[in-house]
Structure formats: structure tokens, C-alpha cells
């Protein structure tokens, strides 16, 4: 059950989250209390950072992604920002009365109170030396339609029931494997639905990406069979197939003014050159940082390190010969 919060501190989670999803820059909490609506009206600095804390433990409960970090090695103060490609959600199927409600749902969000407090946010935050980006400010719903395999998965999580599927490893060529799941819950991360629960072939708690779950989705034994553990954080579950480990270096790329904006959301602008900008990439992987940079194409150069450099010519390298050996 969501917490219950009164009118104007829920005006101000709105406000904060708004605050955070507009800026790339770690905010710090003294930048944040002068710039977001609602701050001011802490009597202390003491009750201020009360306020702050229980503000962050809410979004946090609500699965928004609070991220903490800082500009810079040269900085002391740690700050707060929302990465939008962990905000979004996934594609959503609605049928026609749901996505009437969205679209109600959609209008009241663009009504004068609460867009006035959203654009009052953010010339705030222009005014306190924020860079900001409004585009990346704004929230719009998206319906589209879901894997063909959600509402197969959807219905025997809502029934306790387990499932078993033909699950594609690593990808469009990957090896096919047979699995039987207890399903836990379907949850979208990074703009992608993924099904959690305990693999009864593994023995261990997994996450699948349902667009690597092939049809059909068949049940197995009887509904109420499944339950999920108490305390039981599916996201943590999807976040953990995607931990890279501690900071080992930085990568140093350029990309061109309007483009790779992906690489743009996971990095930090340090300067800007020759028509594009300077971004810093914490390197956890090298072999991820590399395919996420390969993927990007003409749109990124590598300055640093030079192993990195190496490592992405080497993928291009492949793909150029795989495409050469299918045209033969």
C-alpha cells in the first residue's frame, strides 16, 4: 500500500521529481532546498534535512530512481538526480477504457496548478545556475503496445501459478533454453518489462526479459501453488543482473552536438568542442562501456583510455566482417 501524503507535500515530491529528471548535474541538497518549491518553509536546517530525508525515502518506496553522486572527483558534497532512462516505463496495452483514463489522467497532469508549479521549478533552477533541459522535464505517458508474452505472464503471477517458456539467451542468436519459473511479479526497468521469480532449473531467484521469452507461456500445476517471499524487491532482482562492480577508471568520449543521447544520459558533460561535447563515462566494465559506445557508430570518438579505444574499434571491426560474410 502507497504511503498517504497531504496536498502540499505531495506538491513537493512533484516538485523534486521534476527538479531531478530536468538536470543531468548531481544536485546538492543546500542547491535543491533553495531551487524546489516547498523547501523553503522549513523552520531550520535541521528540520529541512528531516524533510529531505523522508522525501527521498517516499520516492524511493515508489520506485523512483534517487541517484546519489558527484560532478566531479574535485567535489565534497555528494548530490541527487533521477536518471529518466531508469524513470520511464515500458511499453503499456491498454484497452480502450484504461487508455481513457490515461488520456484523463494526461489533461488533469497539464492543468494551470500543476504546470504552473512545474515551469516555477524550473526557472528556479535556471536562475540558481542549473543547466536544464525542459524536455527532459516533462512526463508523458506512453501507450504502446506490450510483449506478446505480458499478459500470459501477468495472469499466472495474479494466480500464483508457475510457468514454464523457451527463454533465448544473450540475445537475437542466442542459445534457446527451456525454463520453469515461479513468477513473482513483471516490472519494467530502463523502458523494458522483465519477469521475476525463482527459476526451478537454476534453483535461484532470476529476472528474464520478456522480449527474450519466446510464445507460448504455458502454466504448471495448480493456481495458488506460487507465492512470494515476504520482504521480496523485484527490482533489486532486475538492478543485480546489471551491477558491473566498483568504479575501476573513466572513459573520455566525444559526441556531436544533438547526438548519442543515450550516452549523453550516462555521462557528465566536463567541455565543449568542436561542434559536440566532452563527456566523462565511469568505467565499471570495460567490455559494457565498449559495446555501448560501438553501438553508437559514427556518432562517438574514444579519447581515453586507449585500451577502450581498442576494444570499440575491435567490435566494429567484427561487425563490419560479419556483414561483409552474409553479402558473399
Known amino acids: 500500500m502507497l504511503p498517504t501524503v497531504s496536498s502540499a507535500r505531495a506538491e513537493r515530491l512533484v516538485n523534486l521529481v521534476l527538479c531531478l529528471l530536468s538536470t543531468r548535474q548531481f544536485l546538492p541538497a543546500e542547491r535543491i532546498r533553495a531551487t524546489v518549491p516547498g523547501y523553503a518553509d522549513a523552520p531550520s536546517d535541521e528540520a529541512f534535512f528531516r524533510m529531505f530525508e523522508r522525501d527521498k525515502t517516499e520516492l524511493r518506496e515508489l520506485g523512483v530512481p534517487l ?97 514454464t517458456f523457451d527463454h533465448r539467451r544473450g540475445g537475437p542468436t542466442g542459445e534457446i533454453v527451456r525454463r520453469t519459473v515461479e513468477p513473482w511479479g513483471v516490472v519494467s526497468w530502463r523502458g523494458r518489462w522483465y519477469l521475476v521469480g525463482h527459476d526451478r532449473d537454476r534453483a535461484d531467484v532470476r529476472s ?64 565543449s568542442r568542436d561542434g559536440g561535447d566532452v563527456l566523462e563515462i565511469e568505467l565499471r566494465s570495460e567490455r559494457t562501456v565498449a559495446r555501448w559506445l560501438a553501438g553508437a557508430g559514427p556518432d562517438v570518438v574514444v579519447l581515453e583510455p586507449p585500451a577502450l579505444a581498442a576494444r570499440v574499434r575491435g567490435l566494429w571491426e567484427g561487425a563490419l566482417a560479419a556483414h561483409e560474410g552474409v553479402r558473399a
Do not use: C
Open 67 to 163: 541517484e546519489t553522486g558527484r560532478q566531479s572527483a574535485f567535489d565534497t558534497v555528494e548530490g541527487y538526480r533521477i536518471a529518466r532512462g531508469d524513470y520511464e516505463l515500458g511499453e503499456i496495452d491498454l484497452d480502450t477504457e484504461e487508455a481513457a483514463a490515461v488520456a484523463l489522467a494526461g489533461s488533469l497532469w497539464d492543468s494551470p496548478e500543476l504546470a504552473g508549479a512545474a515551469h516555477g521549478a524550473l526557472r528556479k533552477l535556471r536562475a540558481a545556475g542549473v543547466e536544464v533541459d525542459e524536455t527532459r522535464g516533462s512526463v508523458q505517458p506512453r501507450v504502446r503496445a506490450t510483449e506478446p508474452t505480458f499478459g500470459a505472464l501477468l495472469a499466472a503471477v495474479q494466480a500464483g501459478q508457475a510457468v
Open 208 to 271: 528474464f526479459r520478456l522480449s527474450r521469452i519466446l510464445e507460448p507461456v504455458k502454466t504448471v500445476g495448480d493456481p495458488g501453488e506460487v507465492t512470494v517471499p515476504p520482504g521480496t524487491d523485484l527490482m533489486a532482482s532486475v538492478r543485480r543482473n546489471f551491477d558491473y562492480g566498483p568504479v575501476t577508471g573513466t572513459a573520455r568520449v566525444w559526441v556531436p552536438e544533438g547526438h548519442a543521447h543515450g550516452l549523453r544520459r550516462l555521462g557528465t558533460v566536463v567541455e
